[in-house]
Nanobody, 115 residues
Framework: QVQFAESGGGLVQPGGSLRLSCAAS????????MSWYRQAPGKERELVAS????????NYADSVNGRFIISRDNAKKTVYLQMNSLKPKDTGVYYC????????WGQGTQVTVSS
């Protein structure tokens, strides 16, 4: 079955960086557009970044554009999110999933940006 295992979160000071990873399984990873989502405390889950199957088309939410970089390794069935210049408003649980019709959510990885 479809599974996502996110990792790499943690506590970081404002201005710091983190690199998230998401190992996918249970489907043909290389033919699906993938995305990172996040859910801040008390807010709805939102789309952060997306990448097409070949990795050549990438989109970011305005709030992270210029600071975050999404990438993928189809051989490893893994999608990454490099997060730079982190801000307190980036705090939340980060998930990866399909860009279209996300389902079978994983546990996510907690990112806390605080001094």
């Amino acid at each position: 079955q479809v599974q996502f295992a996110e990792s790499g979160g943690g506590l970081v000071q404002p201005g710091g960086s983190l690199r998230l990873s998401c190992a996918a399984s249970g489907f043909t990873f290389s033919i699906f557009a993938m995305s990172w989502y996040r859910q801040a405390p008390g807010k709805e889950r939102e789309l952060v970044a997306s990448i097409n199957p070949a990795g050549g088309i990438i989109n970011y939410a305005d709030s992270v554009n210029g600071r975050f970089i999404i990438s993928r390794d189809n051989a490893k069935k893994t999608v990454y999110l490099q997060m730079n210049s982190l801000k307190p408003k980036d705090t939340g649980v980060y998930y990866c999933n399909f860009f279209v019709t996300p389902r079978s959510w994983g546990q996510g990885t907690q990112v806390t940006v605080s001094s």
